[in-house]
């Protein structure tokens, strides 16, 4: 199972936005879906959005209003919309592609790096 790649990262202010790209997941051929995760460091890794295969879309509270997930025409990427960014928002942002039964088996990504400054 190849490696989703993370792309878009980058330091902004806040308020600034970011558009960050997962490419390698197979989406159109996939029955699981994508997920984000952050790292903020030093911190846990926390769950931020998800689409499903039939596009279905959910978000963390932390996040919800200001992000957004969505699939490309490519049937291969998946972008997140960073919008209102907010300094908590700085972290290392990875996807996760998911396949098997359950969609039980995870890949994840390298990550891309979001600094957010006040």
């Known amino acids: 199972q190849a490696r989703p790649v993370e792309s878009g990262g980058g330091s902004v202010q806040a308020g600034g936005s970011l558009r960050l790209s997962c490419t390698g997941t197979g989406f159109a051929s996939n029955p699981c879906g994508v997920d984000w995760f952050r790292q903020p460091a030093g911190k846990q890794r926390t769950w931020v959005s998800s689409?499903?295969?039939?596009?279905?879309?959910l978000y963390s509270d932390s996040v919800k209003g200001r992000f957004t997930i969505s699939k490309g025409k490519d049937g291969d990427t998946v972008y997140l919309q960073l919008s209102n960014l907010k300094p908590e928002d700085t972290a290392l942002y990875s996807c996760k592609t998911s396949r098997g039964t359950m969609c039980r088996v995870g890949t994840w990504g390298q990550g891309t790096q979001v600094t957010v400054s006040s």
């Open positions: 689409i499903s295969p039939d596009g279905v879309t």
